[in-house]
């Protein structure tokens, strides 16, 4: 029989708490096991004897109970499960995770955990449309807290409109995606991302730089390590949080980038989604440069910066066994990425559309084409997260069948 999933479940306050018992129900039949957190809002609606009798495992109610703490504290409570799922998750807890608040014991394993984590939003529709929920939601969103729902439909408070939990059946299938792969097809597996822009100095206080925000890169490294490979991310300067369960290098220019690019070296795979800048002050002035009298125009001398694809492609024995790239093009996307991936002696480059109608830079969501040697996908619109999973997914399939050895056996 399959090994038992253990999901930490909290349920909050909301009509909507009944549809948890549902999602027990329904996800013990699926192999999954639910200790359940259970908040004071959540236990106005459900209570913690009919979760108990349908799930079999302990209720937790109290950040400060005795017996519960000195039998498992609230920091290995959010470690034990594989995933914590919030479902409903109100729209006062869903503000409590954004700020990082930890006053009850949902909201402080929610803070301690290291387990990927999903909520399942479920309120009236004014409250989730309110910019603060939304805004929220982005947050999480950008810290890689899966979001499923809410669904539109009736209210239980008479409104309609998005708001409503998604379907228990679909909280299930999200929960089996969001569970790390049981085999971990890049375990054994080293691979180093860049990401972010670089930040090339002018003197010390002007600097050149572009508006990659990093998201596409850090995601991506994200989604490698959940299958089980050694990430190492190099990453520019960037708002964003460390990944979990990646080694981060934090580096500010493209010279530095690609130092630690090839210290990374040996790896099995690469993957430059940084945007590097392309060109330096030929001279970074140790001194801020003072505006000399009445000047109207100064002339910046630039030299190019190493290429860090183009040199990791043609490593040598230590070339990595996949090399790759992103094109960010404006136009022209097929015959720009086909060049590059010659140019480059990439294996690889992922071509997406950057240009202001595309929301690119800095948005959720990218569409990329896939261009190698002899091979073109065109992959839908995804959100960055899950455009890194498809391509650390993708190249797990690659790695176990490359494709000398798929023509042969087709
Ligand atoms: O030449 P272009 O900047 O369009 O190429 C984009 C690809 O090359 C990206 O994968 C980027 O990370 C990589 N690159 C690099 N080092 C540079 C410039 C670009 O690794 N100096």
């Known amino acids: 029989m399959a090994e038992i999933r253990r999901i930490l479940?909290?349920?909050?306050?909301?009509?909507?708490?009944?549809?948890a018992l549902e999602i027990i129900r329904r996800g013990r039949e699926r192999g999954l096991a639910f200790p359940t957190i259970l908040t004071t809002g959540g236990a106005q609606f459900v209570?913690?004897?009919s979760i108990a009798a349908l799930s079999g495992e302990k209720v937790y109610q109290d950040l400060f109970s005795?017996?519960?703490?000195s039998e498992m504290g609230h920091i290995r409570l959010s470690r034990e499960a594989e995933l914590v799922v919030v479902a409903p998750a109100s729209a006062d807890l869903l503000a409590k995770m954004a700020a990082g608040m930890a006053d009850d014991l949902a909201t402080t394993a929610l803070?301690?955990?290291?387990k990927p984590v999903l909520v399942a939003p479920a309120m009236n529709?004014?409250?989730?449309?309110?910019?603060?929920?939304?805004?929220?939601?982005?947050?999480?969103?950008?810290r890689g807290v899966g979001i499923i729902g809410p669904v539109a439909g009736d209210l239980a408070c008479g409104e309609e409109g998005d708001g409503r939990l998604a379907e228990p059946t679909d909280i299930l299938d999200a929960i089996e995606q969001s569970l790390p792969a049981p085999d971990l097809?890049?375990?054994?597996?080293?691979?180093?991302?860049?990401?972010?822009?670089?930040?090339e100095a002018i003197d010390p206080v002007r600097y050149i730089a572009n508006r990659s925000s990093g998201r596409q890169g850090h995601a991506i490294a994200t989604a490698f390590a959940r299958l089980g490979a050694t990430t190492i991310l190099v990453s520019g300067p960037t708002n964003l949080p460390d990944p979990p369960g990646v080694k981060v290098l934090h580096v500010i220019n493209a010279r530095q980038m690609m130092g630690e690019v090839l210290k990374a070296l040996p790896v099995d795979v690469a993957v430059c989604a940084a945007a590097v800048a392309d060109w330096r002050p030929a001279e970074a002035q140790t001194e801020k440069i003072k505006k000399k009298g009445s000047e109207e125009s100064r002339k910046l001398d630039l030299i190019a910066?190493?290429?860090i694809l183009a040199t990791i492609s043609r490593a040598g024995p230590k070339r990595p066994k996949l090399v790759i790239g992103f094109a960010a093009e404006t136009e022209a996307l097929e015959q720009n990425a086909l060049a590059k991936l010659?140019?480059?002696?990439?294996?690889?480059i992922l071509a997406n559309d950057v240009s202001e109608a595309a929301g690119t830079f800095g948005g959720e969501f990218n569409k990329v084409q896939l261009f190698s040697h002899g091979l073109t996908e065109q992959w839908p619109k995804l959100s960055k997260i899950d455009l890194g999973m498809r391509l650390a997914k993708r190249v797990a399939a690659t790695l176990k069948d490359p494709p000398a050895k798929r023509a042969k056996s087709a």
Do not use: F
């Not at 805004?135 to 950008?142: G, M, P, S, T, V």
């Open 9 to 19: 479940l909290i349920i909050s306050g909301g009509i909507a708490a009944y549809k």
């Open 47 to 49: 209570t913690p004897l």
């Open 66 to 69: 005795l017996t519960d703490e």
């Open 111 to 114: 803070l301690a955990t290291d």
């Open 125 to 142: 529709v004014m409250m989730w449309r309110h910019p603060a929920t939304q805004a929220n939601i982005q947050i999480l969103r950008e």
């Open 185 to 199: 097809p890049l375990k054994g597996k080293r691979v180093v991302v860049t990401s972010g822009p670089t930040h």
């Open 305 to 307: 910066n190493p290429d």
């Open 342 to 348: 010659e140019k480059k002696g990439c294996d690889w």
